[in-house]
């Protein structure tokens, strides 16, 4: 199985288009359906139905296996090219939106390049060689690392933690109270996986099939999601200190806070930037 036709097919199947897939790869739309007939042709078995382009089931099992694939082998190229690298003295670190505090804004040094990206964004592109940092964040047991996906050799270090609360309108009967997360199953909530705690991982902790999302945000401005909230459009579950504006419920149990990690590779000329972000001499 040949890495560029495995290219060729997730492009295809996740764009759901074999001439956008041509525009994305830089090929001729006949050589995208080459490549997709070659790969069939080697696993013996149609990936992809044609009218419309969708993955059959063969493809959609190919597809889970794919991505992470063809990560592993994006980052073992990254993972090389940092022994080789030459010094640009530029420095780029991708955030999630809420691993941005007042601290790791104080720590930034001159040179850096800021990007405030989605989670699994952070990770792929630190594994990548895109980033040379990256800071994510997510809800654990308290000094339990986050659970991550296998995206290459990376390192981890905690930056911090801080306690979670769930934001609430103004006003809402339960302001200013604690709760169990259980009992707030089913209450309206705003599905927003890129800036608040992902309602699966509430799920995860609850043990409950609730916490249904009310309406979708898949924006990462912190600010945006407060507002939604401040309108009545559901809950959210955040760092207690970025919840402004709208009420604020804290949690009883389960006993979980708000973690962030830095994550790197071979920091290179990020290492002064990594240990002001960790608390470390460089």
Known sequence: METHLLRTFVAVARGGSFSRAARELGYTQSAISQ?????????GTTLLTRRPVTPTRAGERLLEHAGPLLTRLDAARADLARLTAAATGRVVLGLT???????????????????????????MEVATGSLDLGLIDGMTA?????????FGPLTTTVVGERPLAVAVPAGHPLTGRTARLAELAGAHWIDAPDTAIPLERLRKSASTDGFRGR???????????LRLVSAGQGLALLPADVITGVGVLSLSSPRVVHRTELVHGDPGEGSALAAALTGQRP
């Open 215 to 225: 309406l979708r945000y898949t924006g990462t401005d912190v600010h945006g999601l």
């Open 35 to 43: 490549h997709i007939a070659t790969l069939e042709h080697d696993l």
């Open 97 to 123: 939106p809420l691993s941005l505090t007042a601290e790791v804004a104080a720590a930034a040094q001159r040179g850096t390049e800021l990007r405030v990206l989605r989670r699994e964004d952070v990770l």
């Open 142 to 150: 308290p000094s339990d690392p986050l659970p991550l996906p296998d």
